[in-house]
């Protein structure tokens, strides 16, 4: 005689609300989670279109002057985490490229994502006008690789000296045009950039990010994705 299957309960639809100190609250615990544990939630990016025009501003790590810090990450990976960063040149996961197929290096077109890393970089900055112009105070910005490549590709046609000085430095213009899902982003230089008044302390961003993934835990990483594509 067949047994009958019992039936999976069905579950009850999330409550719609609005914004409240509550919700509010769990959207703190769950940012300062993500900032611990060195997330990119903490960084401002260029979520919307438009011109960003910028002062970048370099900091201090020991005795080092800074101005960005690549912060490559791999998504999509099997684990806990889902995403992990990537230390470039010695990475166990990047050393699948050629073992695993296209489809989960890249991504496939049924919208999940490859294991290929996101090369970001993250800088300080005043934002001097576009979208998120908070000229009062210094921010932690996320840029696309495209955005730091096109800043030194300006210093470097420019000859320009001290680019990133408060005083005698310039101001970067980012474009961001968005067309049928794919982004563009342009960068030109204000020859004629106004002088940053305002005192900063930036953020060491170095730190901020806190160290790297132990190369053993990243190939172990590595191998479990090796094991879902054998």
Not at 32 to 61: A, L, P, Y
Not at 106 to 119: D, E, V
Not at 207 to 216: F, V
């Amino acid at each position: 005689m067949a047994t009958k299957t019992k039936k999976r309960p069905k579950k009850k639809a999330a409550k719609k609300t609005g914004t409240n100190s509550r919700h509010q609250n769990v959207y703190d615990r769950e940012r300062t989670r993500h900032q611990e544990r060195g997330s990119r939630s903490r960084f401002i990016r260029f979520d919307k279109d438009g011109k960003t025009k910028m002062r970048v501003v370099t900091f201090m790590h020991g005795k080092q002057e800074c101005a960005f810090e690549p912060n490559f990450m791999h998504f999509n990976v099997p684990g806990d985490r889902k995403a992990v960063r990537c230390p470039e040149g010695d990475c166990p996961i990047c050393a699948l490229e050629s073992e695993v197929p296209e489809s989960v290096w890249k991504g496939n077109t049924a919208g999940r994502g490859g294991i290929k890393p996101s090369r970001k970089f993250v800088c300080n900055a005043v934002v001097r006008k576009g979208p998120d112009q908070k000229e009062d105070e210094l921010q932690q910005r996320e840029l696309p690789w495209s955005v730091w490549d096109g800043i030194n590709k300006c210093i470097e046609d420019g000859e320009i000296t001290n680019a990133f000085d408060l005083k005698k430095g310039v101001d970067f213009v980012i474009n961001r045009k968005t067309k049928k899902k794919f982004t563009k982003y342009t960068v030109t230089v204000m020859p004629a950039s106004k002088p940053v008044k305002m005192s900063v302390e930036p953020v060491d961003l170095i730190d901020a990010l806190g160290d790297m993934p132990e190369l053993k835990a990243l190939q172990k990483i590595a191998d479990a994705i090796y094991a879902e594509v054998e």
